[in-house]
């Protein structure tokens, strides 16, 4: 199974679907999409429209609230909504979460983006909500993955922004599914580049590929002027164990 998840810099704005970007999703061939900061509006019908003539018919979308960033999905196999919801810390953290099942495939996945600017007291938060919401359905296949707006590289980052939860993460039977090489966030000028977008698959999957495109089928993704985003898509290709044949956490 491929999953993709791609920021495609809205910016909380419903700005015009940039040109290339559904040419390069569709390019990408994946099962599903997670796409954060994403805006809805009435100009997305064509889009939506695109993809579902390109093999993406079921969709979902977190609620939209004026003046925040969405998380949309789109699948080749059926959605139905799932129950976790972010916390209310701050009015971005609702819609910047969305938590889908697959029924025909039997795997659930968490599309994430934490919004910034955010406080200390509330990145802890969003945090232990993360670990509560694997620890909930740690017995199904479970795929959490978005942006997470830390950059795994950071060694100067205080251990509860990202290597703590790794370890809890890692404790419940996830592991993490994101390249080790390549970046994912091209920022403007001389800004360094980042690795703020990352994956955790549960005990479930077998990782066979993890990689930050930044050019599919001739398209600038990311990275150059001119890009898609001021973002790599993350790609991940994973397929599930048999029961006997999963990982102990």
């Known amino acids: 199974m491929r999953i993709i998840t791609w920021n495609v810099n809205?910016?909380?704005?419903?700005?015009?679907?940039?040109?290339?970007?559904?040419?390069?999703?569709?390019?990408?061939?994946?099962?599903v999409m997670i796409i954060t900061e994403f805006v809805p509006g009435k100009s997305r019908t064509a889009f939506y429209q695109a993809l579902s003539d390109g093999g993406y018919p079921f969709t979902i979308i977190s609620e939209h609230l004026r003046g925040h960033n969405t998380i949309f999905i789109a699948s080749r196999f059926p959605l139905t909504k799932g129950d976790l919801v972010a916390p209310s810390l701050m009015k971005a953290m609702t819609p910047n979460?969305?938590?889908?099942?697959?029924p025909s495939v039997g795997i659930e996945i968490l599309g994430v983006r934490l919004p910034l600017p955010v406080k200390k007291e509330h990145h802890f938060l969003w945090w232990e909500w993360v670990l509560a919401s694997a620890s909930s359905v740690r017995e199904l296949p479970l795929v959490i993955i978005g942006d997470f707006n830390v950059d795994s590289r950071n060694r100067r980052f205080p251990?509860?922004?990202?290597?703590?939860?790794?370890?809890?993460?890692?404790e419940l039977g996830f592991s993490l599914a994101t390249p080790s090489t390549g970046f994912s966030?091209?920022?403007?000028?001389?800004?360094?580049?980042?690795?703020?977008?990352?994956?955790f698959i549960s005990k479930d999957f077998r990782l066979l590929r993890a990689e930050y495109v930044t050019e599919i089928s001739g398209l600038r993704v990311?990275?150059?002027?001119?890009a898609v985003s001021d973002h790599a898509v993350l790609l991940v290709d994973a397929d599930l164990f048999e029961v006997g044949d999963r990982r102990n956490p």
């Open 10 to 31: 809205h910016r909380t704005k419903e700005v015009p679907i940039r040109s290339g970007l559904i040419e390069a999703l569709l390019a990408l061939e994946a099962d």
């Open 97 to 102: 979460a969305l938590h889908v099942r697959l």
């Open 159 to 170: 251990k509860w922004k990202w290597s703590d939860p790794v370890q809890k993460l890692s």
């Open 185 to 199: 966030f091209f920022p403007r000028a001389d800004k360094k580049k980042t690795c703020l977008d990352h994956a």
């Open 222 to 226: 990311a990275g150059t002027d001119g």
